[in-house]
């Protein structure tokens, strides 16, 4: 690897900066205000194929941006930021207006690798990167990208199924992010050896193409980010209820019980998964008919019953010249190949399996086609991409189970190395799915959940975290995973509640289950062999608890659903690290044990068996005891009682939880009166409606209703847009001590009620 240590001249041209050296060429290009593109390219690099993670293009780049040639460096101005660039070695200081936020000390350029090594302070702390195990500041870890199916998710196991090479910096109050856009493997070394004065970001390709956002507000860079690589598109609302999956629920008998029992029980579920041995000896868009004779009755008698049906799609064809998909691949060349032309071969369920190359569109035309008869003409309601690191049971060889490193993928002509697009491999299956799902299913809402993905599979896909176990560490893993995602701009995320390997016991069910209902995604999995976890599998002490955390949840869906909208609207998380809304307050810079949602309600899960107290950290402002009603200054621990029954959750003072009523289903009787329950305060909540289904909202058939609470009193706002609420009452219910107060109102917004 070569330093760059000197230049061979620079151009100022079409808004961009081109520095030669002997090594390669760098190019600095402004943005916007708060944002420089920096494209590293080596001499004599190959082909590197476009990520297609950045859909926006129209950029307004800053009036007047210029650079000055002092003689031993550059001076690039650009809106808010300005870079210094040193000549003789190429060195790189980046400002905020007078804020040095970080300083490039070497860029080191190899025609198959490109290193950047940045000055790293003693207190700066690093989040994002997308999931990755343990704490919430990743100071200190050395991370790979390389999207990777492993199934033990200790504390050390790094890399998983996620790649994205995205993270934001924080020091004394103020931040800074980079974004590199690549499919090829990465490290992210944030000062492993400790003590350490710089970290490294090194990507293996010829090309490094880094975003710099200058910030300082981490919400401000969360939103620039999801911008650049899009926002995830308004779920149907049945995807925010309950989801009941395991490895496997057969035959269909079995779900027709599941469903029963459900609804016997009067515990709300949405959705209920089938996994893998639905199929016909593991054949991806096959049915196995002794098992499921009739799957178009099945979804339509469950959907009579309130339920929708998910199934699994893994990208493994089995090798079968009987099997008409294999056949189609073979023939039109749509699977991966071998160096030497020939169709690549490796082994996942069915056995021998071919892999479908979802970078040529054709293959992804041809595999999103394949859905309409298998899955959407027989009334499957989402689907649910796995498997797609893409996973192997054999090993490369270098020793990773997944495809060769010199596999060929890619259109005729424009070829590369499987290692140079890995990482976008889940990604691009994920793209065919929801390509053919607005191609084949244009009036609905795409229901598509991921294993793997990489940067912008929030545009395409919920994310769910793998196979977790049922270990009590991995409830603080739940929040650490989900806030990193929601951090790197996915955030319709989830973990399997109660651990997907191993057995839980009742304990550990209960309290995941609390923490689940605040979750985005919401679905409780096992593993096959492990032992029944349905709601009701731990006892009647647990299935209550269980039946009360899912109906707060279904009480809850008019918040979570205005928390949605705002995701796909404005690209902030649904699930947040109290960092996030309290970046000046170094207490949070390392809570990994708590979580926000949305802005205002505060989440402190027990992580540990046998614990019925915890310390909680409340931030700044005034806090309430959701379940007594008990208010708290914030910027203090306090100890919060937490018997098995009782999740420990904080509403911020002036905060407005709208509430619907107890259904079994979100498709059960429309909302008839709606809840505000209030914490008082000065504050205000803008409630989002729409029909939850269709894409009528995109027309303006939606209602926004402002509810305003000040002083003593709540204003409930009329409802604003083309869309008209199905409540007529309103129930204002204020917390106190002594208990909640309720007001009714038969009217739809346009009062104040005095509190």
């Given amino acids: 690897m070569r330093a760059t240590d000197i230049t061979l001249g620079w151009r100022w041209s079409d808004n961009s900066l081109n520095i030669q050296t002997p090594a390669g060429t760098l190019i600095l290009t402004p943005l916007a205000d708060d944002l420089i593109r920096f494209h590293i390219e080596a001499a004599g690099g190959k082909l590197v194929l476009p990520t297609d993670a950045i859909i926006k293009s129209d950029w307004q780049a800053p009036a007047g941006a210029a650079v000055v040639d002092h003689g031993d460096h550059l001076t690039l101005t650009a809106g808010r930021m300005q870079v210094e660039i040193d000549l003789a070695p190429v060195r790189l200081r980046w400002y905020e207006g007078d804020r040095l936020f970080a300083v490039d000390d070497e860029i080191g350029i190899a025609p198959d690798r490109i290193l950047l090594r940045r000055q790293m302070p003693q207190d700066e702390h690093y989040y994002g990167f997308g999931q990755k195990i343990g704490y919430l500041d990743k100071r200190g870890r050395k991370m790979e990208m390389w999207t990777t199916d492993d199934p033990t998710h ?193 082994v996942v369920w069915p056995g021998t399996t071919a892999y479908p190359d979802f970078h040529q569109e054709a293959t992804r035309r041809w595999w999103g086609d394949r859905h309409q008869e298998a899955y959407f003409d027989k009334g499957i309601a989402g689907i649910w991409n796995d498997m797609n690191e893409p996973s192997s049971f054999i090993q490369n060889d270098v020793g990773e189970r997944t495809l060769p490193h010199n596999a060929r993928q890619g259109e005729d002509g424009r070829q590369v190395d499987h290692k140079d697009v890995h990482n976008a491999y889940g990604f691009r299956m994920n793209q065919s799915t929801y390509e053919a799902w607005k191609r084949l299913r244009p009036a609905r809402r795409p229901f598509i959940l991921t294993r793997s993905g990489a940067q912008g599979v929030q545009r395409y896909a919920a994310v769910w975290m793998g196979d977790n176990h049922s270990w009590w560490e991995h409830v603080i893993q739940h929040m650490t995973t989900c806030t990193g995602m929601g951090l790197s701009g996915v955030p319709f995320v989830g973990c399997d509640i109660g651990g997907f390997s191993a057995n839980p016991n009742g304990e550990l069910v209960a309290r995941w289950i609390a923490l689940g209902a605040f979750t985005p995604f919401f679905r409780m999995h096992a593993a096959a062999g492990t032992r029944d976890q349905e709601p009701w599998s731990f006892g009647p002490e647990v299935e209550a608890i269980c039946r009360a955390y899912i109906n707060l949840r279904y009480r809850l869906l008019p918040f979570f659903y205005t928390l949605f909208e705002e995701a796909h609207r404005t690209g902030q998380p649904i699930m947040r690290p109290l960092v996030l809304e309290h970046q000046d307050d170094e207490a949070t810079y390392g809570l990994s044990d708590q979580v926000l949602i949305g802005r205002d309600v505060l989440v402190a899960p027990i992580t540990q068996p046998g614990l019925r107290a915890r310390a909680v950290y409340l931030p700044e402002g005034v806090w309430y005891d959701y379940w007594t009603g008990k208010r708290y200054e914030g910027k203090q621990h306090i100890v919060a009682e937490a018997p098995l029954d009782r999740l420990p959750l904080f509403v911020r003072a002036g905060a407005v939880l709208p509430m619907g009523e107890v259904v079994q289903h979100t498709g059960a009787a429309p909302m008839e009166t709606l809840t505000l329950r209030i914490f008082p305060g000065e504050g205000e909540f803008v409630l989002y409606e729409d029909a939850g289904e269709g894409y009528d909202y995109t027309a303006g058939q939606s209602a926004r209703t402002r509810i305003t609470v000040r002083g003593n009193q709540v204003e409930v706002g009329r409802p604003e847009g083309g869309y008209t609420p199905t409540w007529s009452r309103v129930e204002v219910q204020v917390v106190t001590e002594a208990g909640p107060k309720s007001t009714f109102v038969n009217q739809a917004g346009g009062f104040t009620v005095e509190i």
Wanted: contains cysteine.
């Fill in 154 to 346: 200790m504390p050390t196991t790094d890399p998983l199924y996620q790649s994205i090479p995205f993270f934001m910096a924080l020091r004394g109050g103020q931040a800074h992010g980079l974004f590199v856009d690549t499919s090829a493997r990465s490290y992210f070394d944030m000062g492993s050896l400790d003590p350490a004065n710089t970290y490294t970001v090194e990507v293996l390709s010829s090309i490094f193409d880094a975003y710099i956002f200058a910030g300082p507000s981490m919400k401000q860079i969360v939103s620039r980010y999801t911008e650049m690589t899009g926002r995830m598109e308004l779920p149907p609302i049945w995807a925010l209820g309950f989801h009941q999956c395991r490895w496997s629920y057969y035959p269909e008998s079995r779900i027709r019980e599941l469903a029963a029992t459900f609804r016997e029980k009067q515990i709300p579920c949405d959705v209920l998964w089938l996994d893998i041995d639905y199929m016909d000896g593991y054949r991806v868009f096959t049915w196995d008919q002794e098992r499921f004779p009739d799957p178009a009755k099945l979804t339509g008698d469950m959907l009579e019953q309130g339920f929708r049906m998910v199934t699994i799609v893994d990208p493994g064809v089995k090798v079968d010249e009987e099997y008409a998909v294999y056949q189609e691949g073979v023939a039109n060349g749509y699977f991966v190949k071998n160096p030497d032309g020939s169709v690549h071969e490796g």
